[in-house]
């Protein structure tokens, strides 16, 4: 496969000509002509359309109470959320409800999946425990709460004294920790206190939020609900980040998806929410996948979270993306995402004794047995629990942050990543050496060392929202200009050029193809047609499995 190259100049056309294609895609969430009092996500427009009238269960939201809509259509209540409710319908009560003035928005109670070499020399986290580019202190996130809503976390050694609470939202049985194996996988990347597999914050406190059952999958409205939980319960374990290593296909707008909604509540009330990107970066035969995001990694205000293949070394030189990443800009809102990259291949991490993964992959283990097993897993869901513990050095380091201030200091300090862009590797490639030493001395050296070499801190001379789209990220940016390059002068005022300037060019979607004078037109008006390559496909046209990692 070749890789175009673009002029840095034609960046701001491309991004507009991305939001645009997302929309002539078909990527709409009114597929039915018929005008309707209530929207719907994706997967219920379809039931209505093939007039499907199994039982499911939907997540009502309506500006009556939820007992009279339940009452009125003879639906039965099968949980009551801080923000609506699921009921359980059939096809004609879908319909009739889909119709009422009352209903305001309905979503499917979707399954969510969780998303799943050595890390913490590899993001400079060693070098924060020892305090070696920080004058205040050396930090392990000691006295920060982490929740971990996941398949549960078992009791294991080298997670002794690290879970604080533990709340079940799955009514699962038998009852058992974690028999899957995910969460506590995860939880082990965040705060294992092994010697020989650490994790990445060894000090902080964890929160078991267990919203998967013992198959890896849970409800959308489980997982709301612990999200919910954690924001009622943030002051009493200091929880200040929430890990999601889990999701499901984009179905409708952010702003319309209960579980994004969610997630805006937690970060509202000050938490952070760290999100998987998602395993869709490409197909089963190899082609590169575009807007692959997974919910919640959708919502603007989570930090998403891509992998990165370190090839094993704490080295950053051979660092790749992996192919299996998900890559941006997300189905219908258009946002660009992710917002960095962190180690998600081959991480080794706690085992949870006879679950699932042990079970099923016995060649995945490569230490110890029973509650002493460590086991090499995949995925973005280990880029995230890599993320969520870096955060939680930074907030030990300086508590004060909020959500958005931590987002934009693990995102300024980033490095870029070779062969990859906005789509791919968001900012870059995590380095919380640097973060923790902006955050706590207020400046930053031209270079920070990590894994034994000297790393450029790779900056944006400006800060992106988060969350922002593809379209207005092109028009908003004063005189459209970029600055990503190699040092950065910091001054009272940044003074706004007209040019772009990212290393010459701008490697996007390697195998997206365009033609010069579409690129270099002044506007959408002169792109009469849009060609992309056979190579790409779009993430509304693939099969979406149950079972990714």
Request: aromatic share 4%; no cysteine; charged share 20%.
């Given at each position: 496969?070749?890789?175009?190259?673009?002029?840095?100049?034609?960046?701001?056309?491309?991004?507009?000509?991305?939001?645009?294609?997302?929309?002539?895609?078909?990527?709409?969430?009114t597929a039915d002509a018929q005008p309707r009092q209530a929207r719907l996500s994706r997967d219920l427009l379809e039931r209505l359309s093939k007039a499907d009238q199994s039982v499911t269960s939907?997540?009502?939201?309506?500006?009556?109470?939820?007992?009279?809509?339940?009452?009125?259509?003879?639906?039965?209540?099968?949980?009551?959320?801080?923000?609506?409710?699921?009921?359980?319908?059939?096809?004609?009560?879908?319909?009739?409800?889909?119709?009422?003035?009352?209903?305001?928005?309905?979503?499917?109670?979707?399954?969510?999946?969780r998303m799943s070499a050595e890390t913490t020399g590899a993001i400079g986290a060693d070098q924060v425990w020892a305090g070696v580019l920080s004058s205040s202190g050396k930090y392990t996130g000691a006295g920060i709460g982490v929740a971990v809503v996941d398949s549960g976390i078992a009791q294991v050694p080298s997670l002794n004294r690290r879970v604080v609470a533990t709340v079940d939202f799955t009514g699962a049985q038998p009852?058992?920790?974690d028999p899957y194996g995910h969460g506590t996988s995860v939880a082990g990347i965040i705060a294992s206190t092994n010697a020989g597999y650490p994790g990445v914050a060894p000090g902080v406190s964890l929160v078991n939020l267990r919203a998967m059952g013992n198959d890896g999958s849970g409800a959308t409205s489980s997982v709301i609900a612990a999200l919910d939980w954690?924001?009622?319960?943030?002051?009493?374990?200091?929880?200040?980040?929430?890990?999601?290593?889990l999701g499901h296909p984009v179905l409708e707008a952010a702003a319309d998806d209960p579980l994004c909604q969610a997630v805006q509540r937690a970060v509202d009330a000050g938490i952070l929410v760290v999100a998987a990107a998602g395993n869709f970066g490409k197909t089963a035969d190899g082609r590169p996948i575009v807007g692959g995001i997974v919910s919640p990694g959708n919502a603007p205000a989570a930090l998403t979270v891509g992998a990165l293949n370190t090839k094993g070394t704490v080295q950053?030189?051979?660092?790749?993306?992996?192919?299996?990443?998900?890559?941006?800009?997300?189905?219908?809102?258009?946002?660009?995402?992710?917002?960095?990259?962190?180690?998600?291949?081959?991480?080794?991490?706690?085992?949870?004794?006879?679950?699932?993964?042990?079970?099923?992959?016995p060649e995945r283990l490569v230490q110890g047995a029973g509650g002493n097993a460590f086991i090499e897993m995949s995925g973005t869901s280990m880029s995230a629990a890599v993320v969520s513990g870096a955060a939680a050095l930074l907030l030990?380091?300086?508590?004060?942050?909020?959500?958005?201030?931590?987002?934009?200091?693990?995102?300024?300090?980033?490095?870029?990543?070779?062969?990859?862009?906005?789509?791919?590797?968001?900012?870059?490639?995590?380095?919380?050496?640097a973060a923790v030493a902006v955050a706590t001395t207020g400046s930053l050296a031209v270079e920070t060392v990590v894994g034994g070499e000297t790393i450029p801190n790779g900056l944006f001379a400006f800060s992106v929202e988060s969350g922002t789209s593809a379209d207005s990220f092109a028009t908003s940016v004063q005189a459209q200009t970029i600055v990503w390059a190699d040092t950065i002068v910091w001054a009272d005022t940044i003074v706004w050029a007209d040019t772009i300037v990212w290393a010459d060019t701008i490697v996007w979607a390697d195998s997206v193809q365009?033609?010069?004078?579409?690129?270099?037109?002044?506007?959408?008006?002169?792109?009469?047609?849009?060609v992309w390559a056979d190579t790409i496909v779009w993430a509304d046209t693939i099969v979406w499995s149950d079972g990714f990692i």
């Open positions: 496969m070749s890789r175009v190259r673009v002029r840095a100049s034609s960046f701001r056309s491309l991004l507009l000509m991305v939001a645009v294609v997302l929309g002539t895609l078909g990527l709409s969430t939907i997540i009502v939201s309506s500006t009556a109470p939820v007992e009279t809509i339940a009452t009125r259509y003879g639906a039965r209540i099968l949980k009551v959320l801080r923000r609506g409710a699921v009921l359980e319908v059939n096809g004609g009560q879908l319909d009739a409800l889909s119709r009422d003035a009352d209903v305001d928005h309905l979503s499917g109670d979707v399954p969510v999946h009852k058992r920790a954690a924001v009622l319960h943030r002051a009493e374990y200091n929880l200040r980040i929430i890990n999601l290593s950053r030189s051979d660092d790749v993306m992996a192919t299996y990443s998900s890559r941006g800009p997300t189905m219908i809102d258009g946002v660009l995402k992710p917002e960095l990259v962190a180690p998600g291949n081959r991480i080794v991490s706690t085992s949870s004794n006879r679950s699932y993964f042990e079970v099923e992959y030990e380091a300086k508590p004060a942050l909020t959500p958005r201030e931590v987002k934009l200091l693990l995102q300024l300090t980033s490095s870029r990543v070779a062969g990859a862009g906005l789509i791919e590797a968001g900012a870059g490639s995590l380095n919380i050496a365009m033609s010069g004078d579409q690129l270099m037109g002044s506007g959408l008006s002169r792109a009469n047609t849009i």
